[in-house]
């Protein structure tokens, strides 16, 4: 099915002659070009599938009717109502600030992890490195409720520390496996050199390991926010009724019958989480071209 | 080739924490010890907070037991996250073969950031999203209204049909993300190599494709099992009164009836299914990577 690919090896190419001198003709070849176009439509109607609902949102966002109806009638007013709302707008700076906070922290503590487990080997490390994931393999479902649960015995009780708090161990798996997968592509011989030309060890991270890693940590921090701003789990059960983020006070809006004002702040969240996604997407690629 | 950087001083397990330590004491702190805790609640009488007296029980997890509807919801909530992944898999595969081995170049690039993008935007405004293309006088109610003669009314809102297209939507990403990490990992030259010895297409797919991809096709699908099996949020959104699932039901209990020890134990028995799942994935996934 890849007839058009001249990257393969010559040397197989011409294996494949020499081994199977009466290969059928044209025909099959035709099948393949069939098949590969129902793929290439395949391939667009999932994309299709996951775009319609919010280019449906996106569209209702700028709708005059209240009520969705068609046919479609322009208008800013539900951006407008948007500016006026307190609640939601400083339920969206508050979700910002966490985000932020989230960001730095999980960044810091995230690289440091990373470096110990590139620098040093040990007995157990294994083992070490799997307990940094239970937060992303156990439902956040669960992992919120405990949180909720253990922070009201120690006192601390819901709001905005016992967000930040979970946030951050939720977002420190992401930086890691960013910034992990970026130090891979480092060659450790580099901070030896720099140690054998007398560098101290601050000296080597800041100037040698850091720099060469920095796509990486930038990587890993854009991840740190976009899990900070997009949760909603965790932060449902950690947040003062008074005091959430956006996506809680977004949830409580829906529940109570919403207002075309949410599909307004809706619109813009998933921009600026796609774009914070997108600018992630250059510095570190998913398993594009290697 | 790791080393220990600065190896005259301490042992490397000893300079590995002094840079790991922070992140494992922030986890500990927000993940481990919250779920200790949780355990403990979850034998408990009585929440000590509310002053009462409390003993250790295990009537929690009895009532679970004995409680037919909570059996029945556990069951409930197993189906619809293995019909979730099932249609995940399923539909994830086409496209992520068309992605890794067919289309080449920028469009794939292009394709790809599509497909993933959506899965970096905020989970609960794309659930959200559906109201307006499922409910009576949405999107598909107003298509199907204008192609079809009659009137036709469809409301999908609110349904069973509703929470799967949801839940499908929002992972379908993770398991194109997953197959195509796998796919993209088998070597051309292996396919080229068997179709020279004349194997057709489905002989391919079926003993050389398939089985190579196996592995991550099976960490894509525990990846989606694992939060569905905890869903709240989309239920409630998408199913309405028909929404009724074990993590409706444990939500209720921290928010609604504040049973936190029923609600601890009920969490307990999940994570205990949900780890129990866990392994018997990378067990298989293991023994097929053989």
């Known amino acids: 099915m890849k007839q058009h690919n001249t990257a393969g090896p010559l040397e197989l190419d011409s294996l494949a002659i020499s081994t199977a001198p009466h290969t059928p003709s044209r025909r099959p070849w035709s099948v393949g070009a069939a098949l590969g176009a129902i793929g290439y439509g395949y391939v667009v109607v999932v994309i299709g599938f996951l775009y319609l609902p919010i280019l449906v949102m996106a569209l209702m966002s700028a709708n005059a009717s209240p009520l969705y109806e068609l046919p479609f009638h322009f208008t800013v007013h539900w951006y407008q109502a948007l ?16 985000a932020l906070w989230t960001t730095l922290l999980s960044t810091i503590l995230g690289v440091m992890a990373s470096l110990a487990f590139f620098r040093y080997d040990f007995a157990g490390k294994r083992f070490l490195q799997a307990m940094l994931f239970p937060p992303m393999a156990i439902p956040w479902l669960i992992t919120g409720t405990a949180m909720l649960i ?43 050199a720099a140690r054998s030309l007398g560098a101290s060890g601050w000296q080597i991270t800041w100037r040698v390991t850091l720099p060469a890693i920095a796509p990486g940590v930038v990587a890993g921090a854009l991840f740190g926010f ?31 019958g919403f207002t075309p004002e949410i599909n307004a702040i809706s619109t813009i969240i998933i921009v600026v989480s796609m774009g914070t996604m997108l600018i992630v997407s250059r510095l570190y690629r998913f398993g594009g071209e290697q | 080739m790791k080393f220990a950087l600065s190896s005259p001083q301490g042992r490397p397990l000893v300079r590995a924490m002094t840079l790991a330590g922070p992140a494992y004491m922030w986890l500990l702190l ?5 779920l200790s805790v949780m355990l403990f609640y979850s034998f408990m009488s009585d929440v000590p907070t509310s002053g009462g007296n409390w003993s250790l029980t295990f009537q929690n997890y009895l009532t679970f037991l004995d409680e037919p509807l909570y059996r029945k919801l556990m069951v409930r909530s197993l189906g619809l996250s293995a019909q ?84 499908v939507h929002s992972y379908l990403p993770y398991a194109v993300l997953t ?12 396919i080229e190599a068997a179709r020279s010895m004349g194997a057709g297409r489905l002989t391919i797919l079926r003993r050389l494709i398939l089985p190579l991809a196996m592995p991550g096709m099976l960490a ?40 936190w020890p029923l609600g601890a134990a009920l969490s307990f028995t999940l994570l205990a299914l949900v780890l129990a799942i866990l392994f018997i994935g990378m067990r298989l996934s293991r023994r097929k990577d053989k």
Not at chain 1, 229 to 252: A, N, R
Not at chain 2, 179 to 190: F, T, V
Not at chain 2, 224 to 251: D, H, Y
């Open chain 2, 220 to 259: 894509g699908a525990v990846l989606t099992f694992v939060p569905v099996v905890g869903a709240f949020m989309e239920p409630r959104l998408l199913g309405g009164r028909k929404g009724t699932f074990i993590g409706t039901v444990i939500e209720d209990q921290f928010v609604a009836v504040f049973n």
């Open chain 2, 84 to 167: 979730v992944t099932l249609i995940c898999t399923v539909l994830g595969f086409p496209c992520a073969y068309m992605l890794a081995k067919v289309i080449r170049g920028r469009s794939r690039e292009a394709l790809f950031l599509l497909i993933i993008l959506p899965f970096w935007s905020n989970g609960l405004v794309r659930i959200f999203s559906w109201n307006m293309v499922l409910r009576s006088g949405g999107v598909v109610d107003w298509v199907l209204n204008h192609l079809w003669p009659w009137p036709v009314d469809t409301d999908l809102m609110f349904s069973y049909p509703a929470i799967v297209i949801g839940l």
């Open chain 2, 30 to 34: 927000a993940v481990f010890l919250p």
């Open chain 2, 179 to 190: 197959a195509y990490l796998s796919l993209q990992a088998i070597d051309d030259s292996l």
């Open chain 1, 83 to 98: 500016a006026d709302d307190g609640v939601l707008k400083a339920a969206a700076f508050r979700s910002i600030e966490i």
């Open chain 1, 150 to 192: 253990f922070f009201f015995a120690i006192g601390i009780g819901r709001g905005l520390h016992a967000i930040l708090l979970g946030h951050v161990a939720l977002a420190l798996p992401y930086v890691i496996i960013v910034v992990g997968a970026r130090l891979r592509t480092f060659s450790p011989e580099l901070e030896l």
């Open chain 1, 226 to 256: 976009a899990v900070s701003f997009d949760q909603f789990v965790v932060s449902y059960f950690l947040s003062d009724p008074g005091e959430t983020t956006l996506p809680v006070e977004i949830y409580s809006a829906i529940r109570k």
